[in-house]
């Protein structure tokens, strides 16, 4: 686990909504107070259902704060004492209802007041069923409170309570707090968006067969989290791959090129770095059978193959060109020669050359990079590719700022 050292000594109000996941608020009250943080509770009415306020007032060690109009209290303007007192609020888990309510602003109940009258930044950890966290209208709700300031961690997928498989669980405590603890250190690239391809495309042949290049998709997803740990929104859309999406991090699942492009295209106006280190399939049938092409014996089969877009190079000549674009090049020869003609080829800030084939596996959890950029070069050695990612990650950083220092002088 990360440093979680800015955890200490900080006033967390940790607020509980009506959900199944509950019950994880026990631990995550439990280990911000193991790793030094003091803790409030606040519950809902619905949060009640599921865990008494006996458990996280004991673990807690304060009296649970539940009722908004409750005379005791209000007479030293309780909610707005609360508001005051932290140094953030947590709501963990936070139901599709109470996205709904910070979005609207309300004020009826004792933790949507003290999310109105904090000056604290505002993290939450979604929880719910996956139908429900797809839902356009929760989409769009915490589109709106990310404008707002207000941090999102997790969901996490897989099963869930209701029987049902998909997005929509509550991080695990820890890793809740690992987020936290990196939300409360700034990294060098908050409020900046960064947006990586990783993966492969497939261009179907027809209904059972594709043509498509190989790739893991580890890289790319080990970028993000990179990106994610400097403080980056981060979009990443990835081709057919069978890994879990970083924390924090928002996946666009797509299959061909023309997919990707357009993902890519939708969310480019706000991009300021963008990564691509996808292995998009160079070309696609131009044809595209309805039915399964039946295997003969004696005729060979021939497919006419045309070129698929050219997605980084329709990047770096749009009009909503990213401050900084970053491109792979994986090479079986001549690896830092076809590299550099790429770099410049197709006006990128910065290029990534990897061998494959023999020299390299695709799969495999370690590699290494020869990185070039305009006026200069670099190494990275063989590592695992999480270690590698960060290193290159750093690079992406300092050439970023340093070119747009240049821009901005």
């Known amino acids: 686990m990360s ?3 800015s955890i ?3 006033q967390i109000v940790v607020a509980v909504t009506g959900s199944i996941a509950a019950y994880k608020a026990a631990d995550l009250i439990r280990r911000l107070k193991e790793f030094g943080a003091e803790v409030r509770v606040v519950m809902t009415h619905g949060a009640a259902e599921f865990i008494t306020p006996l458990t996280l007032q004991t673990l807690s060690g304060h009296p649970v704060a539940m009722t908004l109009l409750d005379a005791d209290e209000e007479s030293a303007m309780g909610h707005i004492a609360l508001a005051r007192w932290a140094d953030w609020i947590v709501i963990a888990p936070a139901t599709a209802d109470c996205l709904s309510r910070l979005v609207a602003g309300r004020a009826d109940d004792l933790l949507s007041a003290v999310c109105l009258a904090t000056e604290a930044p505002i993290a939450v950890a979604p929880a ?3 139908k429900m966290w797809s839902n356009t209208a929760t989409q769009n709700n915490l589109s709106l409170l990310r404008h707002r300031g207000i941090h999102v961690i997790g969901p996490a997928s897989g099963d869930q309570a209701c029987g049902e498989q998909g997005e929509g669980r509550l991080l695990e405590p820890l890793a809740i707090i690992e987020e936290l603890s990196r939300l409360m250190v700034p990294g060098q690239l908050i409020d900046k968006h960064v947006m990586i391809t990783a993966g492969p495309t497939y261009e179907p042949i027809d209904p059972v067969r594709f043509i498509g290049n190989r790739s893991s998709g580890k890289m790319g997803f080990a970028l993000a989290q990179a990106a994610r740990e400097s403080g980056a929104y981060v979009t990443l ?3 057919p791959v069978s890994l879990t999406t970083p924390t924090g991090v928002k996946r666009i699942d ?9 993902a890519v295209d939708a969310s480019l106006e706000s991009c300021d770095i963008f990564i691509s280190c996808a292995a998009v399939a160079d070309y696609r049938p131009k044809l595209f059978e309805q039915e399964k092409i039946k295997k003969t014996e004696k005729q060979p089969l021939q497919i006419e193959l045309q070129p698929t877009k050219d997605i980084v190079s329709a990047v770096t000549t749009s009009h909503n060109r990213p401050s900084f674009v970053v491109g792979f090049a994986a090479e079986t020869q001549k690896l830092v020669e076809y590299a550099q003609a790429k770099l410049e080829r197709k006006k990128l800030d910065m290029i990534a050359a990897n061998w494959v084939g023999q020299k390299q596996g695709f799969a495999a959890d370690d590699n290494a990079l020869h990185v070039i950029w305009n006026d200069g070069e670099q190494t990275l050695p063989l590592m695992p ?5 960060r290193e290159l990650m ?5 050439r970023f700022y340093a070119k747009n220092s240049i821009k901005n002088s």
């Open 3 to 5: 440093n979680v050292s």
């Open 8 to 10: 200490k000594n900080k």
């Open 128 to 130: 719910m069923n996956n």
């Open 237 to 239: 859309i990835s081709g």
């Open 254 to 262: 797509v299959e061909t090129t023309e997919q990707m492009a357009n």
């Open 385 to 389: 590719k999480t270690q590698l990612a």
């Open 394 to 398: 750093t690079l992406i950083i300092k």
